[in-house]
């Protein structure tokens, strides 16, 4: 995969130079990170198959994270954006598991730095998917805390900032100032060049109406069986309005891959 999308790259870069134009660039290549080491994570085999999280567990099971990953650098890296916002049209459709499955896909590639983190204020899961026991909370990362009190690292590229604690006034908090400022704090400290959010899902409150304006693009996921084509509609055409929709990913899909349960479709 690696190489298909070096490839890819390569070849976006020829085309370019024959049309007579400068390349667009992708997502700058990693630097290193200035800060104090943050806490690791250990994410083993048997954490990964109870949690789902496929994309450390190697080829068959990684590949459509992988295959996402790709899509995801190389749209990203075409119109320039950085941040990208994990939503859905209902609860429950695995927007978390798909968001750190693609924030470790990414981390494995090598060549960015990655940030995840876990803005569903009112029902985090990201400290339950890694398996923290005494999770910080979030809530005094946005308001000026050290990321070092709050995020941890997988690899060398892929900081994780879980929330341990349900925020209140989450829509406000979402839309604070000093919360969008704690944002591009963190981001200028650990230099990421993608940025997750795991956000919640379009219905049932005005938190992600509120936050995705702040993202560059959206992912939405979505339950085979469970989301109806009209939430679908509803919800694209919702994330449409307020940021740029990145694609549709179609996740617990009982017909495609029984390891993964997950099919994408891209605009
Ligand atoms: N591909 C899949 N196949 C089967 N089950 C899955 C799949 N992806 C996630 N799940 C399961 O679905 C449940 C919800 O997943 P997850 O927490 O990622 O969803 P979510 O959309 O973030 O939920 P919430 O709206 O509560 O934030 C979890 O039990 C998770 O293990
Ligand atoms: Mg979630």
Redesign the pocket.
Known sequence: MERLEAAMVKARAARAEALGRKPTPGPAPAVDFDGPPLPPVELGPDLARR??LTALLGQGPATPHDILRSRVVRQMGEKGWKRVAVT?P??????????LNLALSLARYGQFRILLVDL?LR?P?LAK?LELRHPPEIAGLLQGGKLIDHAFSFGTNLALVPNGRAVARSAEILQDAATLASLDRIETEWKPDIVIF?L??MQGNDDTLGFLPHADCALI?AAAETSTIPQIDRCEAEVGQLTNVLGLVL???RYTDRI???EQSYY
Do not use: I, W
């Open positions: 949690q789902r859905s209902t609860t429950k459709c695995g927007k978390s598991t798909v968001a569903d029902h899961t998917l795991d919640p899902p996921v996740n617990k899909c993964t349960g997950f």
